[in-house]
């Protein structure tokens, strides 16, 4: 059984700093590409940052909005992703999850299999 489950959302005056979990079980992370989205109300859930998997190099991306904020992260040893968030911004108020890629490089929404249930983030002005 795969399962992610997200942890660290809550509740965040604006320029201040959360960081959220992505602790994986039926899967290990470093085999897979670990992506993180956001959804908003009314909005349609929209990429934000994804590291490859360590067999295709470890590399990071990330959407425009958070580049130089936000930062993805991997510890293989716990078998967790990170998403360290600073600088928040009240437009960054979604809910955010986690996310496996198989395929271990895409990018796409489409290719992630696995997702966890989301994790509230409100960030108030």
């Known amino acids: 059984q795969v399962q992610l489950v997200e942890s660290g959302g809550g509740l965040v005056q604006a320029g201040g700093s959360l960081r959220l979990s992505c602790a994986a079980s039926g899967i290990t992370v470093r085999s897979y590409a670990m992506g993180w989205f956001r959804q908003a109300p009314g909005k349609e859930r929209e990429f934000v940052a994804a590291i490859r998997s360590s067999w295709r190099g470890g590399t990071t991306y990330y959407a425009d909005s958070v580049k130089g904020r936000f930062a993805i992260s991997r510890d293989n040893a716990k078998n967790t992703v990170y998403l360290q968030m600073n600088s928040l911004k009240p437009e960054d108020t979604a809910v955010y999850y986690c996310?496996?890629?198989?395929?271990?490089?895409?990018?796409?929404?489409?290719?992630?299999?696995?997702w966890g249930q989301g994790t509230q983030v409100t960030v108030s002005s």
């Open positions: 996310a496996a890629d198989p395929a271990g490089g895409s990018l796409m929404a489409q290719a992630y299999g696995h």
